[in-house]
């Protein structure tokens, strides 16, 4: 997350966030961008719904910033279904952020965040069962490494 994002109320809040994205491995990293996605895209449509368009825009940039960052983490070296799936998911919900702002409609986000809760439960299901050693797991097929990931955050 970027300071283009953060209020000047909320530094100390937003440092710990980006401290605590950075030091956390591939998965919780992506569980913490779409969180954050999904809450974008929800308060996106709610202010849409409120007739909050200055509100709305903000949200759904801020959306979309984050969907941007999930298609950085994806892995383009080797060429791999799995990342060329999640990097479409990503362009289309990218598109409809940008048309949720453009033609006004809630319902746009609200897919978005539908379908980023879809994503987001299946990557909280591959955390649950990795071991319990403490080690930093391995990264799917497609996700960055922690290496990589913090270089890009910073």
Known sequence: MTQAHSSGSNLP????????????DPVQQRLMLLDGAIAAAISAADAIERNALDEAHDR?????????????????????????????LTV????????????????????????????RNAWADRLRMLPRTGATPEPARGAASPTRRADAVA
């Open 60 to 88: 759904a940039a801020i959306c979309r910033g984050l969907l941007l960052e999930l298609t950085t983490m994806l892995r383009t070296e080797a060429p791999s279904p799995v990342a060329g799936a999640m990097n479409g």
């Open 13 to 24: 809040a937003n440092h710990y966030a980006a401290s605590s994205l950075i030091s956390a």
């Open 92 to 119: 289309y919900l990218h598109g409809l952020m940008v048309r949720c702002t453009t033609q006004r409609e809630a319902a746009h986000a609200r897919n978005v965040a539908r379908l980023l809760e879809s994503e």
